[in-house]
């Protein structure tokens, strides 16, 4: 519910025989501050058991008054299926901490993730993850999504650097998917959120 937090993001993923290709626009701030990243992606199957992607990112800053700097990084990241059931995942973003400007000691955090995720049944999912990010305390997230009624999923879930709580349901119809988001800061409050997913009907 604040200005300053406010974050915009869209994706778009094409499927092909060659792999799947993705762009990415994300904008967070407001006239005062602003961070903006633009990220162009691909990824592919290995195998039955391994998927594996990359992205390329160019990450800028703005500070009113101060000027603007910008920078060039990278994520890598896979995704294991153990079991039909069982998946996980691992993620770096900026390994190489990548200089922001002309400044060696403005840089961006490197960021690390490994991840577990649980189907245990059609309509109920369970996930944990860990995040480490460069000079920060360790994070972990816990979550879990219910679908009930074809159409509908709830979630919620917990984030431990922060101590926010997460919450969400979902609607589905034919193409489109709708999502409203919520957490909870003990600082800083309610931060709603929405998402919006259309997703092209495969070809019969």
Known sequence: MLNELNLFSAAFALPTQSGNFGLELQHF?????????????????????????????????RISGYGNAAAVNFALGAIFH????????????NPTSSKLGKYEEERIPALYSVGLG???????????????EENEDLNVIASLQYKFADRFLARG??????SVFFFGVGFSLQSFRVDATAS?????????????????????
Request: net charge negative.
């Open 29 to 61: 701030g407001n006239s005062g501050y602003g961070e903006m990243q633009a990220g162009i992606a691909y990824g592919r199957k290995l195998s039955d058991y391994v998927d594996i992607g990359a992205q390329f990112n160019y990450y800028t800053m």
């Open 82 to 93: 153990f079991t039909d059931q069982l998946h996980g995942g691992i993620n770096v973003y």
């Open 118 to 132: 649980y189907d245990a049944s059609e309509n109920f999912f369970v996930s944990t993850s860990i995040e480490k």
């Open 157 to 162: 879930g917990i984030a431990s650097a922060s």
């Open 184 to 204: 909870v800061h003990p600082q800083l409050g309610i931060t709603p959120g929405l998402m919006l997913i259309y997703v092209k009907p495969a070809k019969e």
